[in-house]
């Protein structure tokens, strides 16, 4: 039997020559050959994040956002989270779980923070660090970045943005935007699979970093790891050779795509998918201001049911995730990011119809495929 087309927000499929990569022998992780790779990889990293400093090591988005936050706070420190969904709550537990102090603005599953509320909570008194969550992946929100980042400017706060599911596939530099430290990993638009710990820094989090001594971290401190980013034949602990190999390909890639190529890429499928899932009635739970180039969260349309749906939906050869959080039952989500192009939307949006149609949905077979198809032609 062949599997399903993966179309989930993370892990995404994987290009033929990144696996390829993958399977190279295991290089001995000091060996002239693979510390020319880790080099060339790390350069291209800095790159797309136009970075002062970035690591990538073994590990999750999860393991990155704890050394974004553990590098540039210690305990007692105030942090203001913007929540827009699941992974946005997910910074202030780890907040908490340092003996940090959270504040959290949230709001409405698929609609921004209003930024007044943010403005409010930066006045009221001075706050070590600030995150953000560039595409929160429960709710398919994309972030005002700008507006946010102007507020970290104007009350001087350290910016840590969360851009596992926008990296690669969403302008994140850091320069342009003032952001302070990303935190990402490869299996969402960078098209790896999972794996690595990415977090890149700004020369201002590096200062920080230094000005907090001694930090409740050993393997996530980058006073470790550094020095060995610098040359990667010295030793701290072991990266994952292969996986290192594997990324330095798909950023091999991303940089010959062109970053803004990539970018604009990535809007038009975002597009042309939503173009089609309107066609056929269907709605996205986000607000239109906040979609985002990387998923898309759909509503249930009356009488559809989650499970039945997605079980069906890979019957008929893809993939797809449910809603996670307050939206469990209600939504399912499609990714489309990293190496996604017009092939797998159409097989994506056939299989959506057809599963529909057996369900019981009423509409007209091909509307959602034609509808995608004049809005990816007239770009
Ligand atoms: C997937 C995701 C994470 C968690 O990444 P893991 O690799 O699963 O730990 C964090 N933040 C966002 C926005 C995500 O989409």
Known sequence: MRDPLVMIPGPTPVD?????????????????RFVKIYKECLAGLKKIFNADAVIAIGGAGTLSMEMGLVNVAKAGDEILHISQGYFGDRYPQISAAFGMKPDVVSSEPGHRVCLKEVEAKLKSKRYAAMTLTHVDTSSGTLADLEGVSELAKKYDTLFILDGVCASAAIDEDMKKYGIDVIVTTCQKAFAVPPGMTLVAFSEKALKRRESLGSIAAYYCDIKNWLPIMDNPSLYFATPPVNHIVALNESVKMILEEGLEARYARHRRIGNAFRAGIKAIGLKPITAEEAYAPTLTVIQYPEGI????????????????????GSLKGKVFRVGHMGSIGWPELAQTMTAIELTLAELGYKFTLGTGVGAMEAAWKAK
Do not use: K, S
């Not at 399977?23 to 000091?30: C, P």
């Not at 039945?308 to 939906?313: P, Q, T």
């Open 16 to 32: 033929e020559a990144v696996r390829d990569a993958m399977r190279v022998q295991t290089y001995g992780h000091t060996y002239g």
């Open 305 to 324: 049911e989650d499970a039945a749906f997605r079980a069906r939906l890979e019957e008929n050869g893809v993939f797809c995730a449910g809603g996670v």
